[in-house]
């Protein structure tokens, strides 16, 4: 069975608007398989010989980003078919107040959002258990600057030649 693929590619810049798309998707698919009903099988038991023939066809699948799929026989016509919508994020998208709207233009903030901007206010906008960067730097172990690889050789050489030396 064989199969050839066209994928298509799109892709637009908006450089004013900031905008930018890019898209890629499988267009078109066309597979040859055996043709079901269509096939010849003579045998020919005096002379001892076999013919077997498989007619063929060429399926077409046609796929779009809108969601249409096409699929059929070559030459014979697609039938088409909507595939059903399904979002691809799970929760809509984040849509950001207007920057320039007034405050009574503005919608209102969710109710979830205004309890916690209120617990955070009623904290002070503090931790309980805050400690001071220096304090969790203590607690560190001290850094040691790495030096040159060259140097830290000569100097494990030195003191082995040293150790050799003394016995």
Known sequence: ???????????????????AFWAEWKDLTLSTRPEEGCSLHEEDTQRHETYHRQ??????????PWLV?????????????QLPYQRVLPLPIFTP??????????????????????????????CAERQDVAEITKQLPPVVPVSKP??????????????????
């Open 1 to 19: 069975m064989a199969t050839s693929e066209l994928s298509c590619q799109v892709s637009e810049e908006n450089q004013e608007r900031r905008e």
């Open 97 to 126: 107040a207007k920057v320039g709207a007034a405050k009574e233009e503005r919608e209102e903030t969710p109710i979830q959002l205004r309890e916690l901007l209120a617990l955070e206010t009623a904290l002070g906008g503090q």
């Open 55 to 64: 007619g063929q066809c060429q399926a077409v699948v046609q796929r779009s």
């Open 150 to 167: 060259g140097t830290l050789r000569r100097t494990l050489s030195r003191s082995m030649s040293q150790e050799a030396q003394r016995g």
């Open 69 to 81: 799929m096409r699929l059929g026989i070559l030459g014979r016509g697609l039938q088409e078919y």
